[in-house]
């Protein structure tokens, strides 16, 4: 019955005979406390008040419930909590008798860290647990350190593109923050965000400066860029014919690994062969991809297909074995 702040004690009734119970905390009646249980976390003297069906009523002897102090653990920063990479801020636990220490960051242990007193180096949420002479342990609210800012630079993909493809550089983005985008050592006076849409080759690198000063310089990005195929396609034949005939596509393969064949803008299902066969009117175009995955698209063939001609002779006619008959108009 003697216990830390934020336990508790079940203090139950040991007789079956009652029918209603009525607890009581310092002689006074405990609001809805009416089950033959009760949980006490308060320090008190606790008793209950037992009624039979005859309202006959009988009242237990009181139980003494001590709860302990705790300790109050807080936390004071000696200086400002945030600040330049490579800086630091020193916490301060309250201090006590016989008081013991446990440092916490972003819920984590510190390994070592059990004095009053932490120098926090890292960012994060710190936090020390503080306990006393009984036992009793009490957590300080967390107290948030800011170290920055981190110039790190993260990729959308390769650093070697396509000719005409954008590869995206970003960093961390924060209140207050500025960016200084360089390629080749060279300001690029317009990038002023925390990404940066790349499509040239060269060596990148961000310069990042925070609210209160502090600055940080990314590692150098090299970007290369790779050769674009050069898609060209020819025709073996007229382009115009009739119904019927069609005309055989080629692709140049100089350097090429992959053809595919679109017809009016749209993928020919299994049209990846070198060369294709024509029968329909449309435009046709051949998508190239290179060694390095690289892709071209050649400009369109017109392909344009004549209609036959319908021929009508007229209704079908009996004519004697010897005799003629004109077909068709006069």
């Not at 653990?73 to 200086?79: L, P």
């Not at 995955?293 to 006619?317: F, H, K, N, Q, W």
């Amino acid at each position: 019955t003697t216990f830390c702040p934020g336990e508790h004690v079940l203090l139950k009734v040991t007789t079956t005979r009652g029918i209603s119970f009525r607890w009581q905390r310092n002689d006074l009646d405990i609001p809805n406390a009416d089950l033959p249980y009760f949980t006490a976390s308060q320090s008190g003297l606790y008793r209950v008040i037992v009624s039979d069906v005859d309202s006959c009523a009988d009242t237990s002897a009181t139980v003494l419930v001590t709860v302990l102090s705790g300790p109050g653990a807080s936390i004071t920063a000696n200086g400002p909590t945030e600040f330049c990479r490579g800086d630091s801020v020193l916490l301060a636990a309250n201090q006590g008798a016989e008081l013991t220490y446990r440092w916490q960051r972003n819920g984590t242990d510190i390994a070592g860290a059990r004095q009053r007193t932490f120098m926090a180096r890292l960012a994060g949420g710190y936090r020390v647990i503080v306990t006393n002479a009984d036992g009793c342990p009490d957590t300080s609210a967390v107290i948030s350190v800011s170290i920055g800012p981190d110039a790190d630079v993260a990729l959308s993909g390769p650093t070697s593109i396509c000719a005409g493809d954008t590869l995206t550089l970003s960093t961390e983005s924060g209140p207050g923050y500025t960016y200084r985008w360089e390629r080749d050592d060279v300001h690029l006076s317009q990038a002023t965000s925390a990404s940066l849409a790349v499509t040239s080759a060269g060596a990148y690198r961000v310069i990042v400066t925070n609210a209160i000063g502090c600055r940080d310089t990314s590692d150098v990005i090299d970007v290369d860029m790779l050769p674009n195929p050069d898609a060209r396609i020819s025709a073996a034949g007229p382009t115009r014919f009739c119904d019927g005939d069609s005309v055989l596509l080629h692709a140049d393969t100089t350097g090429i690994v992959d053809v595919s064949w679109l017809w009016d803008g749209s993928a020919i299902a299994g049209a990846h062969e070198t060369h294709f066969t024509a029968r329909t009117t449309g435009a046709y175009q051949a998508v190239v991809t290179n060694e390095f995955g690289c892709r071209d698209t050649s400009d369109a063939i017109m392909v344009e297909l004549y209609p036959s001609p319908e021929v009508d002779a007229g209704p079908d006619v009996s004519v004697c074995r010897g005799s003629d008959m004109q077909l068709g108009q006069p």
